[in-house]
């Protein structure tokens, strides 16, 4: 173990390249911190540690609650450290990688957001985002570490650990692969890959090598997540954009987009993302691990009361304990009932046989005692109110009126008043108004009104409102379905799913849906039968939306499967015929041509990506033909063939190109007709200025110096014959001329003057297809020319071979091997010539 003042190392964490991790002690403070030590191997850079110290110092002013605070910055000895706060729980992956659940994943990647966009103000950029720089504390909230760190990387070429661009190349944004000007959009593209991950369990883009992942970050396309994911890809899209412009433009703009999706989450929606959620094993609660709900708050979402006593320590003493005092409080409450009952029995005969006598006077007559039973009777039996003489109102009325200050007759009529308001209430609830009405007309002439009536009278009066409603709503449902109008804010099933909102029982709207449901399903069917498949989907959704257990879901969706495989076939059929035709060259015109197929298939499916592929070939083609016309001076036909072009891709690059020479073409016609005829004097002139070219063009002077080169004098004999035919064909002839003087330049390790040669063709014809090709050549020679130089202790002259080398190819791997080579001629202390 290593040894630095002030601290007490207790054990690795963890170890990279750069630098290893320790759980150490601080003993000033004594807590743990997570030392981070430098390898003394990169000492060999004598401005590397003081880099490393003076970063690591400025990120030390970062204090976010998503940010690893840094403690303590120093060095001692050849061991360069840095005592951060440690996080117990951990990388925010798994050392196996599996995905993570939807919640947890966005609750990170807005975490992590706010750091970075906290870090961006201050006008610092991480350069290396990724799982393995997400730690977790204890409570499962997330923090981003290594700030500044991977800005002490950095250098003035852009290169650090052996020629490795600055960053993870797993993580690292487009800009950031070809070595650009970083900014804060570039830590969000990381961000990205990051929330994919998490998602997925695995980065998007893999490759062989570092540098093949570079590339793939910047030519391959968005990465698509699972189709359950699909509610979060266009947050993903903007997050891994290639172009900076075209993301989010700083970390406050992914938290509110994030934001807006977790509340849509808690409102129910996004199901897709509710059932793809990862499932916790059960009788398991790990706090730290689960992501504390969209409300902020940090309580468990999974496991029950039980499994929670289980797994908390000293679980089962815990329930035992619990079952104790059950039973305990249980028989102790038996004792006390039992008591309670004993003393109330001899209390009540004590007092029975003290008030005896007043007893005896209170027995009533036999007459009154029989009303009042037959009162109690009626009452129990539901027989309120009648003119039958045997109802509870009649008979308790009878009993008063025999003895006016008779307290059980009075207390029957009440308890006759509340049952009427008893019933009331369910008749209000089961919509019987009338009844309602007359039961509380009943109970208002006992109770002589009174809170309760008062209250029943006012849900009723809002229940016949509601009612009055409920039947408009029934009734626009019924014209709405008449009309055929079922879909929509005023549709029949819209307003169907409010009656029954309001009233679950009512069999008239749940039979009117399921019409409506039936009339959706015959749409469904005519939609398929039709091919507009798209649209035939969206109905059968609409069915299972309104009805989810209509019978004819199932069916639908396997018409819908079989009509879609069908219609794939006949879709391929076509693009493949397509194809044929067009490599044919029946591109457009009468009768089949690849044109009309590929038409065919997009009025069908609008997205199909084959068949707009087609279409860019047919526009291609065209301008090849249009192209080919304009080569021969057919201003006419290619003038057709630009139009039809025109109409399919009117912003294509090559289409613009060949309207510029028709536009020339024109006006090189017009000049030619407008042109007098040359003088004898001038025809002389153009004969001397022909071969001063050829003169020129042969000593290699092509297009250098001005007005001597061959291009010039060229350009010069056409100004005065503007068809002068070897003065055309020297024109084309030069480009041909600066490939092979270029192929003699190289051969003669005349780099310099080859350079010029492939500068001069990238002027003559700058869509030269073979340009690429000999800036490669160019490249690989000047990258010989450094080797030899370093071979020879010529660093300067090595250094300008490697530069020459690098804006030829900026991604030749030997350009890592060289600048490994000329470190080390420095480093060995020759010296410099």
Same mark, same amino acid.
């Given at each position: 173990?290593?040894?630095?003042?002030?601290?007490?190392?207790?054990?690795?964490?963890?170890?990279?390249? &750069?630098?290893?991790?320790?759980?150490? &002690?601080?003993?000033?403070?004594?807590?743990?911190?997570?030392?981070?030590?430098?390898?003394?191997?990169?000492?060999?850079?004598?401005? !590397? +540690?003081? %880099?490393?110290?003076?970063?690591?110092?400025?990120?030390?002013?970062?204090?976010?609650?998503?940010?690893?605070?840094i403690?303590?910055?120093?060095?001692?000895?050849?061991?360069? $450290?840095?005592a951060?706060?440690?996080?117990?729980?951990?990388?925010?992956?798994?050392?196996?990688?599996r995905a #993570?659940?939807?919640?947890?994943?966005?609750?990170?990647?807005?975490?992590?957001?706010?750091?970075?966009? !906290?870090?961006?103000?201050?006008?610092?950029?991480?350069?290396?985002?990724?799982?393995?720089?997400?730690?977790?504390?204890? /409570?499962?909230?997330?923090?981003?570490?290594?700030?500044?760190?991977? %800005?002490?990387?950095?250098?003035?070429?852009?290169?650090? #650990?052996?020629?490795?661009?600055?960053?993870?190349?797993?993580y690292?944004?487009?800009?950031?692969?070809?070595?650009?000007?970083?900014?804060?959009?570039?830590?969000?593209?990381?961000?990205?890959?990051?929330?994919y991950?998490?998602?997925?369990?695995?980065?998007?883009?893999?490759?062989?090598?570092?540098?093949?992942? +570079?590339?793939?970050?910047?030519?391959?396309?968005?990465?698509?997540?699972?189709?359950?994911?699909?509610?979060?890809?266009?947050?993903?899209?903007?997050?891994?954009?290639?172009?900076?412009?075209?993301r989010?433009?700083?970390?406050?703009?992914?938290?509110?987009?994030?934001?807006?999706?977790?509340?849509?989450?808690?409102?129910?929606?996004?199901?897709?993302?509710?059932?793809?959620?990862?499932?916790?094993?059960?009788?398991?609660?790990?706090?730290?691990?689960?992501?504390?709900?969209?409300?902020?708050r940090?309580?468990?979402?999974?496991?029950?009361?039980?499994?929670?006593?289980?797994?908390?320590?000293?679980?089962?003493? $815990?329930? #035992?304990?619990?079952?104790?005092?059950?039973?305990?409080?249980?028989?102790?409450?038996?004792?006390?009932?039992?008591?309670?009952?004993?003393?109330?029995?001899a209390?009540?005969?004590?007092?029975?046989?003290?008030?005896?006598?007043?007893l005896?006077?209170?027995?009533?007559?036999?007459?009154?005692?029989?009303?009042? =039973?037959?009162?109690?009777?009626?009452?129990?039996?539901?027989?309120?109110?009648?003119?039958?003489?045997?109802?509870a #109102?009649?008979?308790?009325?009878?009993?008063?009126?025999?003895?006016?200050?008779?307290?059980?007759?009075?207390?029957?009529?009440?308890r006759?008043?509340?049952?009427l308001?008893?019933?009331?209430?369910?008749?209000?609830?089961?919509?019987?108004?009338?009844?309602?009405?007359?039961?509380?007309?009943?109970?208002?002439?006992?109770?002589?009104?009174?809170?309760?009536?008062?209250?029943?009278?006012?849900?009723?009066?809002?229940?016949?409102?509601?009612?009055?409603?409920?039947?408009?709503?029934?009734?626009?449902?019924?014209? @709405?379905?008449?009309?055929?109008?079922?879909?929509?804010?005023?549709?029949?099933?819209?307003?169907?799913?409010?009656?029954?909102?309001?009233?679950?029982s009512?069999?008239?709207?749940?039979?009117?849906?399921?019409?409506?449901? @039936?009339?959706?399903?015959?749409?469904?069917?005519?939609?398929?039968?039709?091919?507009?498949?798209?649209?035939?989907?969206?109905?059968?959704?609409?069915?299972?939306?309104?009805?989810?257990?209509?019978p004819?879901?199932?069916?639908?969706?396997?018409?819908?499967?079989?009509? %879609?495989?069908?219609?794939g076939?006949?879709?391929?059929?076509?693009? @493949?015929?397509?194809?044929?035709?067009?490599?044919?060259?029946?591109i457009?015109?009468?009768?089949?041509?690849?044109?009309?197929?590929?038409?065919?298939?997009?009025?069908?499916?609008?997205?199909?990506?084959?068949?707009?592929?087609?279409? +860019?070939?047919?526009?291609?083609?065209?301008?090849?033909?249009?192209?080919?016309?304009?080569?021969?001076?057919?201003?006419?036909?290619? /003038?057709?063939?630009?139009?039809?072009?025109?109409?399919?891709?009117?912003?294509?690059?090559?289409?613009?190109?060949?309207?510029?020479?028709?536009?020339?073409?024109?006006?090189?016609?017009?000049?030619?007709?407008?042109?007098?005829? =040359?003088?004898?004097?001038?025809?002389?002139?153009?004969?001397?200025?022909?071969?001063?070219?050829?003169?020129?063009?042969?000593?290699?002077?092509?297009?250098?110096?001005?007005?001597?080169?061959? !291009?010039?004098?060229?350009?010069?004999?056409?100004?005065?014959?503007?068809?002068?035919?070897?003065?055309?064909?020297?024109?084309?002839?030069?480009?041909?001329?600066?490939?092979?003087?270029?192929?003699?330049?190289?051969?003669?390790?005349?780099?310099?003057?080859?350079? /010029?040669?492939?500068?001069?063709?990238?002027?003559?014809?700058?869509g030269?297809?073979?340009?690429?090709?000999?800036?490669?050549?160019?490249?690989?020679?000047?990258?010989?020319?450094?080797?030899?130089?370093?071979?020879?202790?010529?660093?300067?002259?090595?250094?300008?071979?490697?530069?020459?080398?690098?804006?030829?190819?900026?991604?030749?791997?030997?350009?890592?091997?060289?600048?490994?080579?000329? %470190?080390?001629?420095?480093?060995?202390?020759?010296?410099?010539?």
């Amino acid at each position: 173990m290593i040894e630095i003042p002030g601290y007490r190392v207790l054990r690795p964490l963890g170890r990279g390249g &750069m630098a290893t991790v320790y759980l150490a &002690m601080q003993e000033s403070v004594d807590r743990e911190v997570a030392l981070k030590v430098m390898s003394p191997t990169l000492l060999a850079d004598p401005t !590397y +540690g003081e %880099r490393f110290l003076r970063e690591a110092r400025i990120a030390a002013k970062l204090h976010h609650p998503h940010v690893v605070g840094i403690h303590d910055v120093g060095r001692h000895g050849d061991y360069f $450290y840095i005592a951060m706060e440690y996080l117990s729980g951990g990388a925010v992956l798994d050392e196996d990688g599996r995905a #993570r659940d939807v919640p947890f994943a966005l609750r990170v990647v807005r975490e992590i957001s706010k750091a970075l966009h !906290y870090a961006n103000a201050k006008n610092f950029v991480h350069r290396d985002v990724k799982p393995d720089n997400i730690l977790l504390r204890e /409570d499962g909230s997330s923090a981003l570490t290594d700030f500044g760190i991977a %800005r002490a990387n950095d250098s003035a070429t852009r290169m650090t #650990r052996t020629g490795a661009v600055v960053g993870t190349p797993h993580y690292m944004s487009p800009e950031q692969a070809r070595g650009r000007t970083l900014d804060g959009r570039s830590d969000l593209y990381s961000l990205g890959i990051v929330m994919y991950e998490l998602l997925v369990g695995r980065v998007p883009y893999h490759a062989e090598d570092s540098l093949a992942v +570079g590339i793939m970050h910047i030519t391959q396309p968005i990465p698509q997540l699972p189709n359950e994911y699909k509610a979060l890809q266009p947050t993903l899209d903007r997050l891994l954009a290639k172009e900076p412009e075209q993301r989010f433009q700083d970390g406050a703009a992914v938290c509110a987009a994030i934001e807006a999706i977790e509340r849509r989450f808690e409102n129910g929606e996004l199901q897709d993302l509710v059932r793809a959620r990862p499932r916790t094993p059960p009788a398991t609660l790990a706090v730290a691990a689960v992501p504390p709900s969209f409300g902020q708050r940090a309580e468990p979402s999974f496991g029950s009361i039980d499994d929670i006593a289980v797994d908390t320590p000293r679980g089962s003493d $815990y329930r #035992r304990a619990q079952q104790r005092e059950r039973k305990g409080s249980g028989a102790g409450a038996r004792w006390i009932f039992v008591g309670a009952f004993v003393f109330l029995i001899a209390a009540g005969g004590y007092a029975l046989w003290r008030n005896q006598d007043k007893l005896r006077a209170l027995l009533p007559r036999t007459e009154l005692n029989d009303q009042l =039973a037959r009162g109690e009777a009626a009452l129990k039996a539901g027989r309120l109110v009648g003119t039958n003489g045997d109802s509870a #109102r009649e008979l308790f009325e009878a009993a008063r009126s025999a003895d006016s200050d008779n307290e059980i007759a009075r207390g029957g009529l009440r308890r006759v008043g509340e049952a009427l308001i008893a019933q009331a209430t369910e008749a209000t609830a089961s919509r019987d108004f009338a009844t309602a009405r007359a039961r509380l007309a009943d109970a208002r002439a006992l109770l002589a009104g009174g809170p309760a009536v008062e209250k029943a009278e006012a849900e009723l009066k809002r229940a016949e409102s509601q009612g009055t409603q409920i039947v408009e709503l029934f009734d626009r449902a019924e014209a @709405a379905l008449a009309n055929g109008k079922l879909l929509g804010a005023d549709g029949a099933v819209a307003l169907y799913e409010k009656v029954i909102a309001a009233d679950a029982s009512s069999a008239p709207a749940q039979a009117g849906l399921r019409k409506a449901g @039936a009339a959706l399903a015959a749409q469904a069917r005519e939609l398929v039968a039709q091919g507009k498949l798209d649209d035939a989907a969206a109905r059968i959704e609409d069915i299972a939306r309104a009805i989810p257990s209509d019978p004819s879901i199932p069916n639908l969706r396997a018409d819908l499967a079989t009509a %879609r495989t069908a219609a794939g076939a006949a879709v391929d059929a076509q693009l @493949a015929k397509a194809q044929e035709l067009l490599r044919a060259g029946r591109i457009t015109g009468t009768g089949e041509n690849a044109l009309a197929l590929y038409q065919a298939v997009l009025a069908k499916d609008t997205n199909n990506a084959k068949a707009r592929a087609g279409l +860019g070939q047919v526009v291609q083609a065209l301008v090849v033909q249009a192209n080919a016309a304009l080569d021969e001076d057919n201003a006419t036909t290619a /003038d057709r063939l630009i139009r039809q072009a025109e109409q399919l891709a009117p912003n294509s690059a090559d289409l613009a190109a060949a309207k510029g020479r028709l536009r020339e073409l024109r006006e090189q016609v017009e000049i030619a007709a407008s042109r007098p005829v =040359a003088t004898p004097e001038q025809q002389q002139k153009v004969a001397g200025l022909l071969a001063a070219a050829e003169k020129a063009a042969a000593a290699g002077k092509l297009m250098l110096p001005p007005g001597e080169s061959a !291009y010039d004098r060229y350009r010069a004999a056409l100004a005065i014959d503007g068809n002068n035919a070897q003065a055309l064909a020297g024109l084309q002839d030069l480009p041909q001329r600066a490939r092979d003087q270029f192929n003699v330049a190289v051969g003669e390790q005349k780099l310099d003057r080859a350079r /010029d040669l492939v500068e001069t063709l990238a002027q003559l014809s700058p869509g030269d297809a073979s340009l690429s090709t000999l800036r490669a050549r160019l490249a690989e020679a000047w990258l010989d020319e450094a080797d030899r130089r370093v071979g020879e202790n010529r660093a300067q002259d090595a250094r300008r071979a490697l530069d020459a080398a690098r804006d030829l190819a900026p991604y030749n791997p030997r350009l890592t091997v060289l600048e490994q080579k000329l %470190r080390e001629l420095g480093a060995g202390g020759s010296g410099f010539r």
